[in-house]
């Protein structure tokens, strides 16, 4: 009998495009004769659509979708609710959930905590590990902790920049020297992401990221090469992929969600050279930084290498990467023999392992 596995996609957040390109990735690549897929989507303004197959999310078309999917939160029936248009309903029972959702409400906790609640398993890291690797301000907090090595930062609060603006940039610049990066503390794929050299740009800077959050971190600028690893597995059983290096477009300022998505020349190589053990250590420190967020299922852990030290800085974590086919996280595990369908298996296979 085949698995039955719903696969949500689309959301709120600003990365709803790039959800909708990884699901389709993830659905093609998921064996057919394994799994027998229910396809939902969340479309920007929070309606919950049931979409008939691939090629609607393809071509944008399952936005107009009109019936309605929602889970049950009763975790005696483990199902989904599919409402139709003459106002009857149909009752599908789910095996496990496959969230391809990036960014707010789909990466951050909240909709893990429905899936707790339905008591249905699902695909990656749960409620805690989700909040806090969404919140980079608190990801920080934990890895400080950890004894790795990260950017200096100051915390700023929405606020805080209407109640005393001229004092906040005053506090920024004594702690920081420009060029600094100002980035909302709970959103994804670089989006309201800003760098600043000197007061004007950083006023600009805050003023976008505060569109994207509340809660705004402000880090000093780390010249150095961008290296990211994978994390497969458990808190207690991390698995760190090999690294892989991206390299932005020479036009890009920084690795922005353009320079990420938009932009030819922006690309990443798998197993780049690196000075001796740096590789290793990166690999170590990611594993070290999933099991203390509480990672379970994936993560994708971001690093520089710092220019003239080779010192390794602790970035970001992402707990559900980019499906996408210019996504690092698959092409990592790929390198090391494990093609997209066999990594789908393992994610799947570790969704009822959690707890």
């Given at each position: 009998?085949?698995?039955?596995?719903?696969?949500?996609?689309?959301?709120?957040?600003?990365?709803?495009e790039?959800?909708?390109?990884?699901?389709?990735?993830?659905?093609?690549?998921?064996?057919?004769?394994?799994?027998?897929?229910?396809?939902?989507?969340?479309?920007?303004?929070?309606?919950?659509?049931?979409?008939?197959?691939?090629?609607?999310?393809?071509?944008?078309?399952?936005?107009?979708?009109?019936?309605?999917?929602?889970?049950?939160?009763?975790?005696?029936?483990?199902?989904?609710?599919?409402?139709?248009?003459?106002?009857?309903?149909?009752?599908?029972?789910?095996?496990?959930?496959?969230?391809?959702?990036?960014?707010?409400?789909?990466?951050d906790?909240?909709?893990?905590?429905?899936?707790e609640?339905?008591?249905?398993?699902?695909?990656?890291?749960?409620?805690?590990?989700?909040?806090?690797?969404m919140?980079?301000?608190?990801?920080?907090?934990?890895?400080?902790?950890?004894?790795?090595?990260?950017?200096?930062?100051?915390?700023?609060?929405?606020?805080?920049?209407?109640e005393?603006?001229?004092?906040?940039?005053?506090?920024?610049?004594?702690?920081?020297?420009?060029?600094?990066?100002?980035?909302?503390s709970?959103?994804?794929?670089?989006?309201?992401?800003?760098?600043?050299?000197?007061?004007?740009?950083?006023?600009?800077?805050?003023?976008?990221?505060?569109?994207?959050?509340?809660?705004?971190?402000?880090?000093?600028?780390?010249?150095?090469?961008?290296?990211?690893?994978?994390?497969?597995?458990?808190?207690?059983?991390?698995?760190?992929?090999?690294?892989?290096?991206?390299?932005?477009?020479?036009?890009?300022?920084?690795?922005?969600f353009?320079?990420?998505?938009?932009?030819?020349?922006?690309?990443?190589?798998?197993?780049?050279?690196?000075?001796?053990?740096?590789?290793?250590?990166?690999?170590?420190?990611?594993?070290?930084?999933?099991?203390?967020?509480?990672?379970?299922?994936?993560?994708?852990?971001?690093?520089?290498?710092?220019?003239?030290?080779?010192?390794?800085?602790?970035?970001?974590?992402?707990?559900?990467?980019?499906?996408?086919?210019?996504?690092?996280?698959?092409?990592?595990?790929?390198?090391?023999?494990?093609?997209?369908?066999?990594?789908?298996?393992?994610?799947?296979?570790?969704?009822?392992?959690?707890?």
């Open positions: 009998m085949s698995t039955k596995v719903a696969i949500i996609f689309g959301g709120q957040s600003s990365e709803h790039v959800s909708c390109i990884s699901a389709a990735t993830v659905i093609k690549n998921m064996d057919t004769k394994k799994y027998d897929q229910v396809l939902i989507g969340i479309t920007k303004e929070g309606k919950w659509v049931f979409v008939e197959n691939v090629n609607r999310i393809e071509d944008g078309s399952w936005v107009k979708g009109h019936r309605t999917a929602v889970f049950s939160p009763d975790a005696t029936k483990k199902e989904i609710l599919v409402l139709h248009r003459d106002g009857t309903y149909e009752s599908i029972g789910i095996d496990v959930v496959f969230p391809v959702l990036h960014g707010l409400y789909g990466e906790g909240t909709i893990q905590g429905l899936f609640m339905s008591g249905i398993p699902y695909v990656g890291c749960g409620v805690l590990a989700s909040a806090v690797s919140d980079k301000l608190f990801t920080k907090i934990i890895v400080d902790h950890l004894g790795i090595a990260q950017a200096k930062y100051e915390e700023v609060r929405a606020y805080q920049l209407k005393d603006l001229e004092g906040t940039l005053d506090r920024i610049e004594k702690a920081l020297p420009y060029p600094v990066f100002v980035k909302p709970q959103a994804g794929s670089s989006k309201g992401v800003s760098k600043a050299n000197n007061r004007d740009e950083l006023k600009d800077a805050l003023k976008l990221a505060n569109e994207h959050d509340s809660k705004i971190l402000v880090e000093e600028t780390i010249s150095g090469r961008e290296i990211e690893c994978g994390v497969l597995g458990t808190t207690n059983h991390a698995e760190p992929s090999v690294v892989g290096e991206v390299l932005a477009a020479s036009s890009a300022a920084f690795y922005d353009d320079a990420k998505y938009n932009n030819a020349e922006s690309k990443t190589v798998v197993n780049p050279e690196l000075p001796d053990n740096k590789a290793e250590e990166i690999r170590t420190d990611a594993a070290k930084i999933f099991s203390g967020v509480d990672g379970f299922g994936l993560a994708r852990v971001d690093f520089f290498l710092e220019n003239d030290t080779n010192r390794v800085v602790f970035n970001e974590i992402n707990t559900l990467p980019g499906f996408t086919s210019i996504s690092m996280y698959p092409m990592l595990w790929a390198s090391m023999g494990k093609e997209i369908s066999a990594l789908i298996d393992e994610l799947i296979s570790l969704a009822y392992k959690r707890g």
